[in-house]
């Protein structure tokens, strides 16, 4: 293999696969490495109550101390730490959970990686397509105060009512490509006008797509998708390799919209237990806000947009459309 060796060593470095394989897989045995060790290097020894004597040369836990406190064997924990969870108990997981300090979002990967890397067939595969019911659609055209979006794990946006596609202009702006929330963040210059915290409109597409991977190890659009941000965007790369995951149910965010301006709206997350992998987001104002003053002007302008639309292609008898 050509290229520079790592220092001290006869090896080269490996090509860049993003934490998938070349089958476009997900590595499951280096996604436990990095993210058990990316947990355990943030945490320090007396955070938990542990004492240390001088300087360390690494920062956060030493893997005996994780070990320590999660009740198991140092060789035990080494043998976790090197990708081989599939034999853990839940009761070893939780254990694990604990001592690391995980929240919600990183119990739910642990336990996700866990299940990966249980011994079976793995099938990479294309993901069927997934269609929008019109009972969905009618929910989401109903929704005339929010802006509402139906979108599945890969942040893929599948549907969206009138003032959801007015909100978010730029991203439902009739381009051709796919319209994908992660491609607009990382790839569209205009998303960093767009929102008022661009770096935390970042990181959170990125932990989204993280805690994805661990549920869908063998998606490989999801794969397609992390390599070409991977391949386009340095942002994207420096947070994927931050390995952080989380959920994102509900919060308040801000943006600046092209036509209406500074928009404060809360963003809430709705689960379709009929449709699996799809969730419905909404973005709503405060009732008598600037924020509310500025959506109903929106929805006027979206009105009138439609309407010229419409007009365009049913133009009047005896009249040509353009």
Same mark, same amino acid.
């Given at each position: 293999?050509?290229?520079?060796?790592?220092?001290?060593?006869?090896?080269?470095?490996d090509?860049p696969?993003?934490?998938?394989?070349?089958?476009?897989?997900?590595?499951?045995?280096?996604?436990?490495?990095?993210?058990?060790?990316?947990?355990?290097?943030?945490?320090?020894?007396?955070?938990?109550?542990?004492?240390?004597?001088?300087?360390?040369?690494?920062?956060?836990?030493?893997?005996?101390?994780?070990?320590?406190?999660?009740?198991?064997?140092?060789?035990?924990?080494?043998?976790?730490?090197?990708?081989?969870?599939?034999?853990?108990? *839940?009761?070893?997981?939780?254990?694990?959970?604990?001592?690391? =300090? /995980?929240?919600? +979002?990183?119990? @739910?990967? #642990?336990? $996700?990686?866990?299940?990966?890397?249980?011994?079976g067939?793995?099938?990479?595969?294309?993901?069927?397509?997934?269609?929008?019911?019109?009972?969905?659609?009618?929910m989401?055209?109903?929704?005339?105060?929010?802006a509402?979006?139906? *979108?599945?794990?890969?942040?893929?946006?599948?549907?969206?009512? =009138? /003032?959801?596609? +007015?909100?978010? @202009?730029? #991203?439902? $702006?009739?381009?051709?490509?796919?319209?994908?929330?992660?491609?607009?963040?990382?790839?569209d210059?205009?998303?960093?006008?767009?929102?008022?915290?661009?770096?935390?409109?970042?990181?959170?597409?990125?932990?989204l797509?993280?805690?994805?991977?661990?549920?869908?190890?063998?998606?490989?659009?999801?794969?397609?998708?992390?390599?070409?941000l991977?391949?386009?965007?340095?942002?994207?790369?420096?947070?994927?390799?931050?390995?952080?995951?989380?959920?994102?149910?509900?919060?308040?965010?801000?943006?600046s919209?092209?036509?209406?301006?500074?928009?404060?709206?809360?963003?809430?997350?709705i689960?379709?237990?009929?449709?699996?992998?799809?969730?419905?987001i909404?973005?709503?104002?405060?009732?008598?806000?600037?924020?509310?003053?500025?959506?109903?002007?929106?929805?006027?302008?979206?009105?009138?947009?439609?309407?010229?639309e419409?007009?365009?292609?049913?133009?009047?008898?005896?009249k040509?459309?353009?």
């Open positions: 293999m050509g290229g520079r060796l790592f220092p001290g060593t006869d090896r080269a470095p090509c696969t993003f934490g998938f394989t070349l089958d476009h897989d997900v590595d499951t045995k280096s996604e436990i490495r990095d993210f058990l060790t990316s947990r355990r290097a943030r945490i320090k020894p007396e955070e938990v109550g542990l004492t240390t004597y001088g300087p360390r040369r690494v920062p956060g836990l030493r893997r005996e101390e994780v070990a320590t406190l999660a009740g198991v064997s140092v060789d035990y924990y080494n043998r976790m730490e090197r990708g081989n969870l599939g034999g853990a108990s *839940e009761s070893v997981l939780e254990a694990l959970a604990s001592a690391l =300090r /995980l929240d919600e +979002a990183e119990r @739910a990967h #642990l336990h $996700d990686l866990a299940h990966a890397s249980q011994p067939p793995r099938r990479r595969a294309r993901s069927p397509k997934q269609n929008v019911r019109p009972s969905v659609q009618w989401l055209d109903s929704m005339t105060g929010s509402a979006i139906a *979108e599945n794990g890969r942040l893929d946006a599948l549907a969206t009512n =009138r /003032l959801g596609r +007015a909100f978010h @202009a730029d #991203l439902f $702006d009739g381009s051709g490509g796919p319209v994908n929330f992660a491609r607009f963040v990382f790839l210059r205009r998303a960093n006008e767009f929102f008022a915290d661009w770096d935390r409109a970042a990181r959170d597409c990125a932990a797509l993280r805690l994805q991977a661990g549920r869908t190890p063998h998606d490989r659009d999801l794969s397609d998708l992390v390599g070409e991977s391949m386009q965007s340095e942002e994207f790369r420096r947070h994927w390799a931050a390995h952080n995951v989380r959920l994102h149910n509900q919060g308040v965010k801000q943006f919209h092209p036509v209406v301006g500074e928009l404060e709206l809360s963003y809430n997350r689960e379709l237990p009929a449709d699996p992998g799809l969730a419905i909404t973005y709503t104002p405060e009732p008598g806000s600037k924020s509310a003053d500025a959506f109903s002007l929106l929805a006027s302008w979206a009105a009138t947009e439609d309407a010229q419409a007009g365009l292609e049913h133009p009047p008898a005896g040509a459309s353009p």
